[in-house]
């Protein structure tokens, strides 16, 4: 219902210093909210110190085991090296699993030996167990002291987690009051998103915190942050988005749960790879068989009412069939199989017209491929092959060149399609200031694409640059954690699927946000949580699943049980 | 795992590309945000009632000129027309249009994008609106011009320009009306006339500055004098005069043979020393160019050009700068008329740049040019025309041919300290420039003297 207020009520200066200073607020805590966030995060990394030693029974000497995935070797790269001209360059690898340590042979000449007898399969350790690699015996050897109290992670804290959580619902709270004022007319009716919105993060809080007993929110509490801003944000432009948004974000969730559940056994995952590969390949198929072309892209198949874009979820997928645990890339040590389905849903994305998404595929391919193979040839082959398919691309498709036409130029066509979209974004983030005009308030939203392509304009010009800005830190610093965790999660699985996921989220921020302020060609890429599309949300959740299983704490419970 | 996690390097690649992207988007913001902010598409700069956002507007008494509530004064809308600007954005000068940023509100901090009282602006001017309205009833139904400002601190007092019209009634004939003819346009700075005599200022300058024995220059004026294949003619017969008497008296015999003996090349390089054929920048407008092209005159023509009837053309605006520049001795202050934008608790959006025009003349030939033009008014005009302020003037009666009046001009300074003004008047078929314009300068510079 909307309560009539007089307008002389909202111009009145006390008025507008209240609801600025509430803004202000708002911004203060989500700064505070995210850089707690991301404290807690780092101190959650596990130390670096020797899990369990490896005791060389000719010398005596101990090597240190630091890491959750050794690769053994005379390489200079491997994680413990053997410089005897016996042992293979890349010989095994000792894993920890939620059963014990396992020593797995990966394609070596002389094969590996357990207590004399020589392995044909992964073998479960136990401490005492000889490992013979090549002439070498190696006694698996537990650490003697317990681990120091300085050594010990940070206690958990769970009033600081619930603090952050309802410092979470008070800026959706502001945001709400924000919304309700909107158009100098008084209305309730955002209160019921925002309740929604609530129990989303308390339903999702009480579920890891309290049913599954986990010991860290972090990374659900910046997913459900940048949700609830997104659906509030686009509360202001149209309720039904919003309702949709908070739907898809439900689904996200239950994805989310999922993903942790299936990456708790690596070895699992590693072997599902050619399924995933070919659910990816259907997924495009039906899409390209039964697919609408919206706006130019075949990237949608409708279901009723309902609108999906495959795409989206194959990016979930693509990097389930990427990722790998190290004995695995160790053995494999060509990409071929994976460069092939890269190469199909590039070739895909091409065919029905998407290539921001292209796009996006392709770098993520190109960071997973680096992280598996390490080899600057294959990179370098990569880009040079898109290269010749961007430049074919420019020949065979005038409208793509055209983006390019007005890159760099947009203020000389601000009445054409060259220029219109980024000149306006331009405009309404300058208009919005470094506090935004409130939320509802602005008016980019009423522009074509205003609420996907053109969101992050929208959420400058109604919640300001500094607000706007301090959410895109969020996708810097997921990558960051990512690369601080490389070498301290489970498995190369995860370190792989996390960095790429990080890197996936951050590249298609970069590509949206750089596209509608002129820094790149614009392309129709969404900005992750806050634009508009159910598919892309429910995708996003996804990949902050593989961030979240890098994070050893996750699965952390399990852990203490032996050694 | 160490190889892999060495691997992820390439992560790192983004994150830069990433962070370097938004710090130049945020410079980018921070240095065009108020340009951006100020596209007319930009809906924020207009109210509900799709006027454009603008404050209050005061002039430099604190008399108010216009209000986002109240709209145009009453009294000063006509003679203000052209300084304000019209609703529609059809004069491209004027506040409206040239501080349409800082109008809205517009600062880094807060864009301007918020609404409500505690962002309208308040915005001061440093006319009279009291001497831009005498001004305006004065000139009447004619075509013209005043300008006068502070040339010690460049504040400008008076500038008003005709024909003008009621912004809220918009006559409907105003695109065919003769009488509308330039309504738009702020005649001050972009529109030129034929100087006529007051050009003899710039011919005086290039013979005080090229002909070493200037002072002692004489001729003979039996009102008329041959040159080339042609004549000259003066109004009167002045008999042997130099070239002192021969500015007050506006002889064109002195000056068109003055002229011709200095040569078409140096005049030229006085006239455009001096300003010709260049346009300044004026509160971010660009004024017309004064123009002065003798390079294809014959040898009359010349002298024609000397007196200034040939091509030559020169806007109001330059003429005051010219004369503040004199009497300032060599470089005066930069004209301006916005004072100071200011937003809620005086928060300051915009103050006024104080600086020199780039319109530089020799000390010298000022301080001659000075003495003399203070003379006009000491021996010949009447100091009754501008009592006790210590004036110096040029007055012309500018022929324009087809059936038309002549064009009256008047310009000059006060050399008075507690008055420190230059002015330019200009009235078209106005007849002859000491009745016309001189008598508009008076008055006007009277009332000036009495704020």
Same mark, same amino acid.
């Given at each position: 219902?909307?309560?009539?207020?007089?307008?002389?009520?909202?111009?009145?200066?006390?008025?507008?210093?209240?609801?600025?200073?509430?803004?202000?607020?708002?911004?203060?805590?989500?700064?505070?909210?995210?850089?707690?966030?991301?404290?807690?995060?780092?101190?959650?990394?596990?130390?670096?110190?020797?899990?369990?030693?490896? =005791?060389?029974?000719?010398?005596?000497?101990?090597?240190?085991?630091?890491?959750?995935?050794?690769?053994?070797?005379?390489?200079?790269?491997?994680?413990?090296?053997?410089?005897?001209?016996?042992?293979?360059?890349?010989?095994?690898?000792?894993?920890?699993?939620?059963?014990?340590?396992?020593?797995?042979? *990966?394609?070596?000449?002389?094969?590996?030996?357990?207590?004399?007898?020589?392995?044909?399969?992964?073998?479960?350790?136990?401490?005492?167990?000889?490992?013979?690699?090549?002439?070498?015996?190696?006694?698996?050897?537990?650490?003697?002291?317990?681990?120091?109290?300085?050594?010990?992670?940070?206690?958990?804290?769970?009033?600081? =987690?619930?603090?952050?959580?309802?410092? =979470? *619902?008070?800026?959706?709270?502001?945001?709400?009051?924000?919304?309700?004022?909107?158009?100098?007319?008084?209305?309730?009716?955002?209160?019921? &998103?925002?309740?929604?919105?609530?129990?989303?993060?308390?339903?999702?809080?009480?579920?890891?915190?309290?049913?599954?007993?986990?010991?860290?929110?972090?990374?659900?509490?910046?997913?459900?942050?940048?949700?609830?801003?997104?659906?509030?944000?686009?509360?202001?432009?149209?309720?039904?988005?919003?309702?949709?948004?908070?739907?898809?974000?439900?689904?996200?969730?239950?994805?989310?749960?999922?993903?942790?559940?299936?990456?708790?056994? &690596?070895?699992?995952?590693?072997?599902?790879?050619?399924?995933?590969?070919?659910?990816?390949?259907?997924?495009?198929?039906?899409?390209?068989?039964?697919?609408?072309?919206?706006?130019?892209?075949?990237?949608?198949?409708?279901?009723?009412?309902?609108?999906?874009?495959?795409?989206?979820?194959?990016?979930?997928?693509?990097?389930?069939?990427?990722?790998?645990?190290?004995?695995?890339?160790?053995?494999?040590?060509?990409?071929?199989?994976?460069?092939?389905?890269?190469?199909?849903?590039?070739?895909?994305?091409?065919?029905?017209?998407?290539?921001?998404?292209?796009?996006?595929?392709?770098?993520?391919?190109?960071?997973?491929?680096?992280?598996?193979?390490?080899?600057?040839? *294959?990179?370098?082959?990569?880009?040079?092959?898109?290269?010749?398919?961007?430049?074919?691309?420019?020949?065979?498709? &005038?409208?793509?060149?055209?983006?390019?036409?007005?890159?760099?130029?947009?203020?000389?066509?601000?009445?054409?399609?060259?220029?219109?979209?980024?000149?306006?974004?331009?405009?309404?983030?300058?208009?919005?200031?470094?506090?935004?005009?409130?939320?509802?308030?602005?008016?980019?939203?009423?522009?074509?694409?205003?609420?996907?392509?053109?969101?992050?304009?929208?959420?400058?010009?109604?919640?300001?640059?500094?607000?706007?800005?301090?959410?895109?830190?969020?996708?810097?610093?997921?990558?960051?954690?990512?690369?601080?965790?490389? *070498?301290?999660?489970?498995?190369?699985?995860?370190?792989?699927?996390?960095?790429?996921?990080?890197?996936?989220?951050?590249?298609?921020?970069?590509?949206?946000?750089?596209?509608?302020?002129?820094?790149?060609?614009?392309?129709?890429?969404?900005?992750?949580?806050?634009?508009?599309?159910?598919?892309?949300?429910?995708?996003?959740?996804?990949?902050?699943?593989?961030?979240?299983?890098?994070?050893?704490?996750?699965?952390?419970?399990?852990?203490?049980?032996?050694? | 795992?160490?190889?892999? @996690?060495?691997?992820?390097?390439?992560?790192?690649?983004?994150?830069?590309?990433?962070?370097?992207?938004?710090?130049?988007?945020?410079? %980018?913001?921070?240095?065009?945000?108020?340009?951006?902010?100020?596209?007319?598409?930009?809906?924020?700069?207009?109210?509900?009632?799709?006027? #454009? %956002?603008?404050?209050?507007?005061?002039?430099?008494?604190?008399?108010?000129?216009?209000?986002?509530?109240?709209?145009?004064?009453?009294?000063?809308?006509?003679?203000?027309?052209?300084?304000?600007?019209?609703?529609?954005?059809?004069?491209?000068?004027?506040?409206?249009?040239?501080?349409? !940023?800082?109008?809205?509100?517009?600062?880094?901090?807060?864009?301007?994008?918020?609404?409500?009282?505690?962002?309208?602006?308040?915005?001061?001017?440093?006319?009279?609106?009291?001497?831009?309205?005498?001004?305006?009833?004065?000139?009447?139904?004619?075509?013209?011009?005043?300008?006068?400002?502070?040339? %010690?601190?460049?504040?400008?007092?008076?500038?008003?320009?005709?024909?003008?019209?009621?912004?809220?009634?918009?006559?409907?004939?105003?695109?065919?009306?003769?009488?509308?003819?330039?309504?738009?346009?702020?005649?001050?700075?972009?529109?030129?006339?034929?100087?006529?005599?007051?050009?003899?200022?710039?011919?005086?300058?290039?013979?005080?500055?090229?002909?070493?024995?200037?002072?002692?220059?004489?001729?003979?004026?039996?009102?008329?004098?041959?040159?080339?294949? @042609?004549?000259?003619?003066?109004?009167?017969?002045? @008999?042997?005069?130099?070239?002192?008497?021969?500015?007050?008296?506006?002889?064109?015999?002195?000056?068109?043979?003055?002229?011709?003996?200095?040569?078409?090349?140096?005049?030229?390089?006085? !006239?455009?020393?001096?300003?010709?054929?260049?346009?300044?920048?004026?509160?971010?407008?660009?004024?017309?160019?004064?123009?002065?092209?003798?390079?294809?005159?014959?040898?009359?023509?010349?002298?024609?050009?000397?007196?200034? #009837?040939?091509?030559?053309?020169?806007?109001?605006?330059?003429?005051?700068?010219?004369?503040?520049?004199?009497?300032?001795?060599?470089?005066?202050? #930069?004209?301006?008329?916005?004072?100071?934008?200011?937003?809620?608790?005086?928060?300051?959006?915009?103050?006024?740049?104080?600086?020199?025009?780039?319109?530089?003349?020799?000390?010298?030939?000022?301080?001659?040019?000075?003495?003399?033009?203070?003379?006009?008014?000491?021996?010949?005009?009447?100091?009754?025309?501008?009592?006790?302020?210590?004036?110096?003037?040029?007055?012309?009666?500018?022929?324009?041919?087809?059936?038309?009046?002549?064009?009256?001009?008047?310009?000059?300074?006060?050399?008075?300290?507690?008055?420190?003004?230059?002015?330019?008047?200009?009235?078209?078929?106005?007849?002859?420039?000491?009745?016309?314009?001189?008598?508009?300068?008076?008055?006007?510079?009277?009332?000036?003297?009495?704020?």
């Amino acid at each position: 219902m909307n309560i009539p207020v007089s307008l002389s009520f909202f111009a009145r200066g006390r008025f507008t210093a209240v609801m600025l200073l509430l803004h202000l607020m708002a911004v203060a805590l989500v700064i505070h909210i995210i850089v707690r966030c991301f404290i807690s995060l780092r101190k959650g990394r596990r130390i670096q110190n020797a899990v369990i030693f490896l =005791t060389d029974s000719a010398g005596g000497a101990k090597i240190p085991v630091l890491y959750w995935e050794n690769s053994i070797g005379r390489e200079k790269t491997c994680d413990i090296i053997l410089p005897d001209p016996s042992v293979s360059r890349d010989h095994a690898v000792l894993k920890r699993r939620e059963r014990g340590w396992i020593i797995a042979d *990966t394609a070596s000449r002389g094969g590996t030996f357990v207590n004399g007898r020589k392995i044909d399969a992964e073998t479960l350790l136990r401490p005492g167990d000889r490992i013979g690699i090549g002439t070498l015996e190696l006694v698996l050897t537990p650490r003697d002291e317990p681990a120091s109290p300085e050594q010990k992670r940070r206690v958990y804290s769970g009033k600081r =987690t619930f603090m952050t959580v309802l410092e =979470t *619902t008070a800026v959706f709270f502001i945001l709400t009051l924000e919304a309700c004022l909107k158009g100098n007319a008084l209305s309730f009716k955002p209160f019921l &998103p925002f309740v929604l919105l609530s129990a989303l993060v308390f339903g999702v809080y009480f579920y890891s915190v309290g049913l599954l007993k986990r010991v860290s929110f972090e990374i659900e509490n910046i997913g459900l942050l940048l949700t609830g801003t997104g659906v509030l944000l686009l509360y202001g432009v149209d309720p039904h988005t919003a309702y949709i948004q908070l739907a898809a974000a439900a689904l996200g969730v239950l994805l989310f749960c999922l993903i942790i559940w299936i990456l708790e056994l &690596p070895d699992f995952v590693s072997k599902l790879r050619i399924g995933f590969e070919i659910l990816g390949v259907m997924l495009f198929a039906v899409t390209f068989v039964f697919g609408t072309v919206v706006n130019g892209a075949k990237n949608w198949i409708f279901i009723g009412p309902i609108s999906v874009q495959p795409s989206e979820l194959v990016k979930v997928v693509f990097i389930f069939a990427g990722a790998s645990t190290l004995d695995r890339l160790q053995t494999h040590q060509n990409l071929i199989e994976f460069i092939a389905f890269a190469a199909v849903c590039t070739g895909f994305l091409f065919l029905m017209h998407d290539f921001g998404s292209a796009v996006i595929f392709f770098f993520t391919f190109l960071l997973i491929a680096f992280m598996r193979s390490g080899s600057i040839r *294959t990179v370098i082959l990569a880009v040079a092959a898109a290269a010749i398919g961007i430049f074919l691309i420019l020949q065979f498709k &005038p409208y793509v060149a055209l983006r390019f036409a007005g890159w760099g130029h947009v203020w000389e066509y601000p009445y054409d399609s060259l220029g219109y979209q980024q000149t306006r974004t331009l405009t309404y983030i300058a208009s919005g200031g470094l506090f935004g005009s409130g939320l509802g308030n602005g008016y980019l939203k009423n522009i074509f694409a205003g609420d996907s392509d053109l969101v992050f304009g929208v959420l400058c010009e109604e919640l300001g640059i500094i607000f706007a800005f301090a959410l895109c830190s969020v996708f810097v610093l997921l990558a960051l954690y990512t690369l601080s965790d490389v *070498t301290r999660s489970r498995s190369t699985i995860y370190s792989i699927s996390s960095c790429a996921a990080a890197g996936l989220l951050l590249f298609q921020t970069m590509v949206n946000i750089f596209g509608v302020t002129d820094l790149l060609p614009l392309t129709g890429v969404t900005l992750p949580f806050i634009s508009a599309g159910g598919s892309s949300m429910v995708c996003v959740w996804g990949l902050l699943a593989f961030i979240k299983a890098s994070d050893e704490r996750t699965y952390g419970a399990r852990r203490r049980k032996s050694i | 795992m160490r190889t892999v @996690g060495k691997r992820s390097i390439f992560l790192y690649l983004i994150i830069f590309v990433f962070c370097a992207g938004m710090v130049f988007l945020a410079a %980018r913001v921070f240095l065009n945000g108020s340009s951006w902010a100020s596209m007319p598409f930009n809906a924020h700069l207009y109210d509900d009632h799709d006027e #454009q %956002r603008r404050g209050s507007i005061c002039d430099r008494n604190g008399t108010l000129l216009y209000s986002d509530e109240k709209g145009f004064a009453d009294s000063s809308r006509e003679a203000l027309l052209h300084l304000l600007g019209d609703r529609e954005g059809n004069i491209s000068t004027g506040v409206f249009s040239l501080y349409s !940023a800082e109008l809205s509100g517009y600062n880094p901090l807060t864009g301007n994008a918020r609404e409500g009282n505690l962002f309208k602006t308040k915005t001061r001017l440093t006319v009279s609106s009291q001497a831009c309205e005498r001004a305006y009833e004065l000139l009447g139904d004619r075509s013209g011009a005043v300008f006068i400002y502070n040339y %010690r601190t460049g504040e400008v007092l008076c500038s008003v320009s005709s024909p003008s019209f009621d912004p809220d009634h918009v006559p409907e004939d105003i695109e065919t009306n003769s009488s509308f003819e330039g309504a738009y346009l702020d005649k001050t700075i972009s529109e030129t006339f034929t100087p006529g005599s007051i050009f003899k200022i710039i011919t005086a300058a290039c013979a005080i500055e090229n002909l070493p024995n200037w002072k002692s220059w004489k001729t003979e004026c039996i009102g008329e004098t041959e040159i080339g294949d @042609g004549c000259v003619t003066c109004l009167e017969h002045h @008999g042997e005069i130099g070239i002192r008497e021969g500015l007050m008296y506006s002889c064109n015999v002195v000056f068109s043979e003055l002229a011709v003996e200095l040569g078409g090349e140096k005049l030229a390089k006085t !006239a455009e020393e001096l300003g010709f054929n260049r346009s300044f920048l004026f509160e971010n407008a660009h004024t017309a160019k004064s123009a002065f092209d003798v390079s294809n005159a014959k040898a009359d023509e010349l002298g024609w050009a000397g007196v200034g #009837q040939y091509s030559n053309r020169v806007s109001p605006y330059h003429m005051a700068v010219l004369m503040g520049s004199i009497a300032s001795g060599g470089e005066t202050a #930069q004209p301006y008329y916005v004072e100071r934008i200011s937003a809620a608790a005086e928060l300051p959006l915009y103050t006024a740049e104080k600086r020199s025009a780039p319109l530089r003349i020799r000390e010298t030939t000022a301080a001659e040019l000075r003495t003399m033009l203070r003379q006009n008014v000491t021996d010949y005009y009447g100091e009754y025309l501008f009592p006790g302020l210590d004036a110096g003037a040029k007055t012309g009666t500018a022929e324009v041919g087809q059936d038309k009046d002549d064009t009256a001009w008047m310009v000059g300074f006060l050399e008075s300290p507690e008055t420190p003004y230059a002015f330019a008047v200009v009235v078209e078929e106005g007849g002859s420039g000491y009745r016309a314009a001189g008598s508009i300068a008076s008055e006007l510079l009277g009332i000036l003297s009495e704020e």
